[in-house]
C-alpha cells in the first residue's frame, strides 16, 4: 500500500460514511463502471456542485476496485454484493487515487504542487514493484509505461477534486495548460489505464483546436442524465433518512426540530438533465445530524467570482435574481463552462456558471434559486 498506490485511504473514509446513521447506499454506479475497466482505456468524468457526495464516490470507487485492502465487510451488505460477478472484480485492480484539493500550506508554486504529487507516486510504484529497473529521471508516465511492458499490468485512476488546481492562488494561466498537458501525458491513449474516473465541480475545458482531455466522456448534472440517481438524495431517499431521524430520537427530551417539509423547503430543488428533482445531500444529513434546518452550503474561493458580477450588476442581473427570489424562472440557456477561464462575458455565461458551481438550478429552459438555503 501506498499514499496513491492501492492506499487504505478510500476503505478507511469510505467505511466511516456506510457506518454514517444517514448513510444511503448508491453502490449500484459500480455496475456502470466495471464493465469500463474490463474493456480498458476508458474515461469518465462526473462533475456536480460542491457537497453533492463526490468524494464519497470517489472512495467507494477506490475501496471496492483497489487491490491489497480487503473490503469485503464494507460491501457485503450493500445493493453491489447482488451483482452477478460482485466477488470477482472486488479489491482486483491497481488502483491510483489523488485527491487534488490536498496541498501544502507552505506549497508557494505549481512546480512544488505537482513535483509533490509526480514524487509520491513515483516512490510508490517503486515500492510497489521492486523488481522493475525504472530509469532515475523517468517520469510517471515512463514508469506506467514498464510497469505494464513487462507485467502486462493495468491501472485505474481515481481523481478526486481534479479542477481544484484552477483556483490555487500560485497557479498562473501557463500553469494550468501545463497541469492539462500532464493529465494528457498520464491517461491518453495509454495502454496501461483500465479506466480513468475524475470528479469535480467544473467540467473539462474546452479549446477551439480541440480538448487535452477529449478522451474523456462527461457527465454534467444540467445535460447528461447517466448518473443522475447517484449523485444527490430523492424524494424516497430523504423520507427515508427522515424516518431514520425520527426512529433515532425517538424516546429522547430533545425535541425535533426538523421536519420533513422543511428538509424539502431548505434542500430540495436541483434538477438532473432528465427533470428529476434533487436535494443536496450533505445538507440533508447535516441538518438531521444536528437536528437544526440552517444554511449548510457556505461560498468561498471560485464563489467570490461569481459575486463579482452579481455585485457589480453586469447586464442587469441583479433584477433577474430578484425576479428568482420572488420565485419566478428566468429564460436562459446553459453554455458550455470552461474550467480554466472564469471571463464571462455574456449573461448565459455568468448563469451557466452559477448552474456549474449550485448556485442556481436549470430546468426547462429557465433558470431558478433553488431553495431557502441557497
Not at 495509454?190 to 467544473?202: D, E, F, N, R
Request: hydrophobic share 35%; glycine share 6%; aromatic share 14%.
Amino acid at each position: 500500500m501506498g499514499i496513491y498506490l492501492n492506499s487504505v485511504s478510500p476503505y478507511t473514509l469510505y467505511k466511516s460514511e456506510v457506518c454514517s446513521p444517514y448513510f444511503v447506499d448508491k453502490s449500484q454506479m459500480l455496475r456502470e463502471l466495471i464493465p469500463l475497466a474490463e474493456v480498458g482505456n476508458r474515461h469518465v468524468c462526473v462533475t456536480r456542485p460542491r457537497r453533492f457526495g463526490k468524494t464519497v464516490m470517489a472512495n467507494m470507487i477506490g475501496a471496492f476496485l483497489g487491490k491489497d485492502v480487503a473490503s469485503e465487510d464494507v460491501f457485503e451488505t450493500l445493493k453491489i454484493s447482488e451483482f452477478a460477478d460482485y466477488r470477482r472484480h472486488l479489491n482486483q485492480y491497481n488502483t491510483i487515487y489523488i485527491d487534488f484539493s490536498v496541498v501544502d500550506d507552505e506549497c508557494i508554486s505549481y512546480k512544488e504542487y505537482i513535483d509533490e504529487i509526480k514524487g509520491n507516486l513515483k516512490e510508490d510504484l517503486k515500492r510497489g514493484y521492486p523488481d522493475i529497473d525504472f530509469r532515475e529521471n523517468g517520469s510517471v508516465r515512463e514508469d506506467l509505461q514498464r510497469i505494464f511492458a513487462e507485467k502486462k499490468e493495468r491501472f485505474v485512476f481515481v481523481f478526486d477534486e481534479w479542477d481544484s488546481v484552477f483556483h490555487m492562488p500560485f497557479v498562473t494561466e501557463d500553469d494550468k495548460k501545463s497541469y492539462l498537458l500532464f493529465l494528457k501525458g498520464l491517461l491518453k491513449d495509454k495502454p496501461y489505464v483500465a479506466l480513468a474516473y475524475m470528479t469535480g465541480i467544473l467540467p473539462i475545458a474546452k479549446y477551439s483546436s480541440g480538448s487535452e482531455l477529449n478522451m474523456f466522456m462527461e457527465y454534467t448534472m444540467a445535460s447528461e442524465s447517466k448518473f443522475g440517481n447517484v449523485f444527490g438524495f430523492s424524494d424516497k431517499e430523504v423520507d427515508m433518512l427522515y424516518e431514520r431521524y425520527c426512529e433515532n430520537n425517538a424516546g429522547k427530551e430533545e425535541t425535533l426540530n426538523v421536519t420533513r417539509e422543511g428538509l424539502r423547503e431548505w434542500y430540495d430543488g436541483y434538477f438532473t438533465a432528465s427533470g428529476r428533482r434533487l436535494y443536496n445531500p450533505r445538507s440533508v444529513v447535516m441538518a438531521l445530524r444536528f437536528n437544526q434546518l440552517s444554511n449548510y452550503w457556505t461560498s468561498s474561493g471560485p464563489y467570490d467570482e461569481i459575486f463579482y458580477y452579481i455585485r457589480n450588476d453586469i447586464e442587469h442581473i441583479r433584477d433577474d435574481l430578484a425576479l428568482m427570489i420572488s420565485g419566478e424562472g428566468i429564460d436562459a440557456r446553459v453554455e458550455e463552462f470552461a474550467a480554466s477561464a472564469m471571463d464571462l462575458r455574456t449573461k448565459n455565461q455568468i448563469y451557466s456558471a452559477m448552474v456549474v458551481y449550485g448556485l442556481l438550478t436549470y430546468t426547462k429552459g429557465k433558470e431558478f434559486i433553488l431553495n431557502r438555503e441557497l
